[in-house]
C-alpha cells in the first residue's frame, strides 16, 4: 500500500512568506495515510481551529498546488505511524521552531513539545521504519527540504 506525503506550492499569507525565506516553493506538508485509514490526512498546520497536530479529511482538488510523493508502507510500518501520529495529536504548533529555520542565524531553537508540520510529518517517516532517526532529524527539516530529501532518495512523483 502507499501513503503519500503531499507538499502544498499553493497561496498562501504572512506565513507563507516567512517560511519561503528558506523553504520554496514548497511551505506545507500533509501526510496522507492509504485507504485503509481511509485516506485521511495529518499534520501540524498553524491555521485552523487545531493550531496544531490534527487529522483532516483534504479534498486535494487543485492538484497543480501539491507536490506529491508516493511512500509504499507495509501493513505493519503504517499501523506504526498511525500510532506515532495518534502520539502527537494534540500538540500545538511551533511557531518558535518556524523561525529557527526561517532565519539563517542558529539563535532561536525548536520547542520539544510542540511541532511544525515537516517536523510532525517525519517523526511519521521515523516511526515507520523507512529511514533510519540519524538520518532524518524531523526539527531540521523545513518544507521544501522534505521535498528535496524524498526526491534524492528516488522516491516517485504522482
Known sequence: MNIKIRS???????????INRRSSPA???????????????FSSPMQGEQKGCRFKMIDYSHPKRWITHIIPLTAEQEDKAWEKAHQLKGRKYDLIGLVSFSTPWKIVVPRRE?????????????????LHPLFLVPDTLHPQGLVDLLDDLGYERE
Do not use: M, V
Open 8 to 18: 502544498y506550492i499553493g497561496p498562501g499569507g504572512w506565513i507563507k512568506w516567512l
Open 27 to 41: 511551505w506545507h506538508t500533509e501526510w496522507q495515510f492509504s485507504k485503509r485509514y481511509f485516506n485521511i490526512s
Open 114 to 130: 510542540r511541532e511544525w508540520c515537516t517536523e510532525a510529518d517525519s517523526r511519521l517517516l521515523n516511526a515507520s521504519d523507512i
